[in-house]
């Protein structure tokens, strides 16, 4: 059986943006925002450079969503104390709030992927989707 992966790939990309954004919509945060969200939990008050690697956004990309995030109060810019043109981010308690919601959100969209597969083929799932980033580095010179 000949598998169109990237085909398939691209379309369930998509397919499953458009049901997270319609859930914005409805009062969640993007995609974006929740990823910075999760990343922020973890490390509140990072520098915005350590964030954007993270989260595998370049700086222009990066800039935009932490302007969004912080208009829609979720976070909050702050100069670091050493270096004032290094800014760190800080997790409002509206961003906490919204965290937490998302996370609850997150583990229903995980359920609904991974329902009718074995532990063992999300296994096998997830590390091929892995190894898409190391084949593919986000730096990746070689245009070849």
Known sequence: MEHRLVYLLNVGQRRLHRWSQARTVAGGVTAAQAGLLFFLGKNDGALTNEAAAALDLKA???SGLVDRAERAGLIERR???FDRRATRLWLTADGRAALKRSKSGLTELNARITEG???????VV???LTSLQEKFPANDDDSA
Do not use: C, K, V
């Open 60 to 62: 222009p990309g990066m």
């Open 79 to 81: 100069a670091d104390e």
């Open 126 to 128: 997830a590390r091929w």
């Open 117 to 123: 597969f074995t532990a063992s083929e999300i296994d």
